[in-house]
Structure formats: C-alpha cells, structure tokens
C-alpha cells in the first residue's frame, strides 16, 4: 500500500517520492528534499527550512531566485505575447540578439531552448559549413545528453547505454596540446570544447592547450566550437569564458544563466559561418519565443545593473580562498565556477543537506560550487564554514 495523500496531493518527502514512483519517469538521483520558494541565494523547503543554495539549478540561478526584475518582466511579456512560432518576427527575439551581438562579438544567433539542443544545432552547423563529418571532443567533456550531443559526451556510463551515436568523434586529453595532433584529420568538421569544464570537475583550461586548439583550427580548415553553455553569462568573473582567452571561436553555445531560470539556449556563429546556412537548414518550435526572449534581456540587465560580472571574479577568489584553508584535496575553477576535490563527495553533499547547505557532487569525487552570483559574504562564510565542519568530522 502506497502512502495516503490528503485530497491526491503530497506534502512530505517521503509522498513525494511515492507520487514520482507511480507518475514520473525514474531517470534523476534526487535529494530527500521539497523546494518551496527562494530568493538571492536562499531557499526554502514545504517544512519551513531555509537552505543556502551553492547548486543554482546547476548553475541556471545566478541573479538569484525569484529576481523582481526577470519576474516583472516575465509577468508583462505574459500579457502581451507569450509564443508565436519563428514564422513571425517579434521584438524580444530581435533585441536579444542585437544585445547578445554586444556581449559575445558573435555576429548572428540562432534561439533554442536548452544547452544540448544548442550543441546540438552547433553540430548541424559544423558539418553543413565545412561539408566534413567527423568531431573531435575531450576526456572529461559533458555537452548533453540528445544523440548528438552525446556522442561528444566522454563519460562511457552516459553513452554506451545508446550506440550508436554519430560516426567520426574522436576523444583526446583535455589540455594536452600534443594529443590533438595525432587525432585531428582533414576531414574533421569541428573540434568541440568547454573552457572550463562542468562535469568533468571544473578543469580549467590552459593557454597552451588554447592556442593549440586556435592553431589545429586554422590548419585543418574545420571549426571552433565552444560549450558556453555553463560558463556563460558573467560564471566565470568574464562575460564568457572565451574572454579570458581572447577568443573568438566560431561557434559558441549558450543556455543556462541565459534566462534567469525561464529555459532558454542560444548559438553564436560568425559571419562566415551563418552566410553558409539556409532557410530549412534548422528551426526549433519554441526557440527564441518572446516570453523567453523578454526573461533573458531582463537577467542580462540585471548582471550589468548589479555588476555580477564583476562580483563573480572578486568573491570567487575570496570563497576560494576561503575554501583551501580546508583539509581538502584541491580547490581550483575560474570566478565562481569552483571545484573542491575531498574524499566521499556524496557523503558531504548528503550531510551538507541536512545542516541548510545545498552542494552538487560531480562523479569524480569534486564538489561543484556554482551558487547564484549574487550570493553574500556572509553566506560564502556560512558555507565554508557549514564544509569545513563537514570534513573534519565536527
């Protein structure tokens, strides 16, 4: 017998769980917890208990739950026009690519509704444009889960369960220059990268490995293709992480941060890149609606109002700081994209839950940090704090 719910609907962990048993499909590892609502870097479960949130929705958060200014916005755009199909123009699709042509010195932009759906079309692009067909990715890379995206995916776990995936996608070490070489050929369409890595366990790329990507580019004829999609918008303490770089790729990906939490993915090509591709040659339904369009231009105004850019390099030093007084293994990332390495991951992540400290562990035993980029001194504080008493046993 399952647990009774009042009038059919849960209201503890525990008849939550038995509805997802009976009603959703069993794909995701959830904590034993029941979000209610939130704001900056604050949320709350259906018991009343507050959390300090490090996790942000797998980074999607950064200007904080239930930002007055995307929730104005949303709730104005929902009056007017909320979808109309990319058979029409609207105003909020066009404004978000003129301001996105300022943020990334991409040229032109293609709308979407998630990360994978966007590397997805990144691939599309690749083999269209340079008529070739094979990929190179990296040891570590995660770039979604559709086939596509998986098969530039590295974890064997993620994508043995589905062969075959696409043909031609070779796998070499992340930040080894050298190994590029000896796998990259003439008929290589794209070389498919993130700057610093998400799942992989925050690896930051290295100038060395950079320029090697930049130089292979340029002599094999194929193209650059960079997974923005978790580093984007301010993550890092740059506005994209190819910034820090000095890089201009020739596609890049976007979703996450992008709408404040209102889904949302992009592509940004280059000039040469979108005068080769045509009516037909891709489209999505929903991509680029102007409810989405309006959340997006209205997160964006908020990182540039409060300067999040900015605060996300300067308090992700001082939280990295903060976190290697610890008797951690290693703590390294960019801005507050951060990785700290301990022993058991998924152990602090579950203790960190019950003392109101919300933490994501990625496979490899390194704790994710990506919290809302308007979190607080006082919170970074608390975290440390909440961790250090973790690893130490107290």
Known sequence: MGVRMEHGNPNSVEEFVEVEKQFLINVYRRQPVVLEYGW??????????????????????SIGHAHPTVVEAICNQAKKLIHTSNLYYTRPQINLAIKLKELTGMDRFFFCNSGTEAVEG?????????????????????????????SVTFPEKYRNPFLPLLEGVEFVEFNNPDNIISKINRDTA??????????GGVNVAE?????????????YDCLLIVDEVQTGFGRTGRWFAKDHFALKPDIITMAKAMGGGIPIGGIGVTEEVARVLTPGDHASTFGGNPFACSASLATIKVIEEEKLVEKAKVDGEYFMKSLKKLPVNEVRGLGMMIGVDVNNASEV??????????????????????????????????????????????
């Open 40 to 61: 900056g870097a604050r949320v709350v479960d259906i018991n009343g208990k507050e959390y300090i949130d490090l996790v942000a929705g797998i980074a999607v958060n």
């Open 122 to 150: 990144a691939l599309k692009f690749a083999r269209k444009v340079t008529g070739k067909k094979n990929f190179i990715a990296f040891s570590g890379s995660f770039h979604g889960r559709s086939m596509g995206a998986l």
């Open 190 to 199: 794209g070389i498919v990268v993130e700057l610093v890595q998400g799942e």
């Open 207 to 219: 100038k060395d490995f950079v320029k090697a990507l930049i130089d292979v580019r340029n002599d």
């Open 349 to 394: 992540v579950n203790e960190a839950l019950k003392r109101g400290l919300l933490v994501n562990n990625t496979s490899n035993n390194t704790l994710r940090l990506v919290p809302p980029l308007v979190i607080t001194r006082d919170e970074i504080d608390k975290a440390v704090e909440i961790l250090g008493d973790i690893i130490t046993g107290q």
